[in-house]
């Protein structure tokens, strides 16, 4: 039986516990399971024998999990197989989720993550401490959320030479972009409603600023390309200074403006981009995609839903069935 825990009971985890809660789509692709924990920044339910998702849930929505074992106690003294670590990003210091996934691969558990914070900051001591204790370190879900982009690139493309990845990393710049593109607002107004509607957080500087995108782009560029980058790497301009009339000069000769970041051997850079209408890169609203380069089989082009609750827990599912499933299929 396959023991896991939930380290994070936000929007993420809690979606995972969703999915996991439906045992009869899940237990034919990895057979038994149990949820073993779950803890959010103030308190954990856990149990050795598998804790009930719904109750979980349900307790969270109350507000807070009751007090109980911290996240660290809880990796420390209880026995599981995979870690989901769902804890918020700082690609500043990684934590808290560094420490988490250091401690959970250091003893001997998988560790599944949407973080993007602990790969930024550490994806080659992380990634060597996984091989070292012959555990799986995943991230699909770092990177344009439901979109299959990592395992794609890394297993589906075997063999080939990647030379470029480029694509849309951010969806709330794309919403931002292509309302722009179709309505002729401005920057700021299409912001304020983006935040009414909740497309955008309040705090959306990472998001249009580039940041994001860039951290994205180094989870990438190191995991995928086999590059060692760092943030500092990534040359960075973000889309706060696009003007309608911008929009107007691009459209007049066939372009429109997207949030591109691309990572090549020339080197790792996120920028606004003047791109073909008719591309596939010319996406419009909240979806990201990638155009892979590669030398064998060209060009691989996918599109998907960058984030969400239920979106993002998606492949977080995914990298569990590829680490236990049947690989068969
Ligand atoms: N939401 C998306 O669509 C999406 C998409 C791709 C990637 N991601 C990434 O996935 C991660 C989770 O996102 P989210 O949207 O679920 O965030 P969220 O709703 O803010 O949830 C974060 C969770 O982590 C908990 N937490 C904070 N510090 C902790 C600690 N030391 N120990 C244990 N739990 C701790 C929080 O506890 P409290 O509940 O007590 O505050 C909360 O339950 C983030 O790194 C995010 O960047 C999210």
């Given at each position: 039986m396959i023991k896991i825990a939930i380290l994070g009971f936000g929007a993420v985890g809690q979606g995972v516990a969703e999915i996991l809660a439906d045992r009869e789509r899940i237990e034919r692709w990895i057979g038994r399971y149990e949820v073993v924990a779950v803890a959010d920044s103030k308190g954990s339910i856990y149990s050795e024998d598998g804790i009930s998702l719904k109750n979980a849930i349900e307790a969270k929505k109350m507000g807070n999990?009751?007090?109980?074992?911290s996240t660290m106690e809880i990796i420390e003294e209880m026995d599981f197989d995979v870690a989901i670590e769902a804890t918020p990003t700082n690609i500043d210091t990684g934590e808290p989720g560094l420490t988490h996934i250091k401690a959970c691969l250091n003893k001997g558990s998988h560790v599944i993550t949407s973080n993007k914070g602990p790969l930024v900051v550490a994806y080659r001591e992380l990634a060597e401490i996984a091989e070292r204790k012959k555990v799986r370190l995943a991230f699909e879900a770092t990177i344009g959320g439901a979109m299959p982009l990592i395992k794609l690139a890394k297993r589906d493309l075997a063999g080939n030479e990647i030379t470029s990845i480029k694509g849309i990393l951010n969806g709330t710049c794309n919403y931002i972009l292509s309302r722009m593109e179709q309505e002729r607002l401005s920057y700021n107004q299409i912001l304020g409603e983006a935040k009414e509607l909740r497309?955008?957080?309040?705090?959306v500087s990472y998001d249009v600023e580039g940041i994001d995108s860039a951290a994205k782009l180094v989870i990438l560029a190191n995991a995928v390309m086999g590059m060692n980058a760092t943030f500092s790497d990534v040359e960075i301009v973000g889309i706060t200074s696009i003007t309608p009339e911008a929009f107007e000069i691009a459209m007049e000769k066939g372009y429109t403006i997207r949030l591109i970041a691309e990572a090549s051997r020339e080197g790792l850079r996120v920028s606004p981009r003047l791109v073909p209408?008719?591309?596939?890169?010319?996406v419009r609203g909240t979806f990201n995609a990638v155009l892979i380069q590669t030398d064998l089989a060209k060009e691989v082009f996918v599109i998907g839903r960058g984030a969400g609750k239920i979106e993002t827990a998606s492949a977080i599912i995914s990298d569990l069935i590829d680490i236990y499933g049947d690989r068969t299929y």
């Open positions: 999990l009751p007090e109980g074992k497309i955008a957080e309040a705090n209408l008719h591309h596939p890169l010319a």
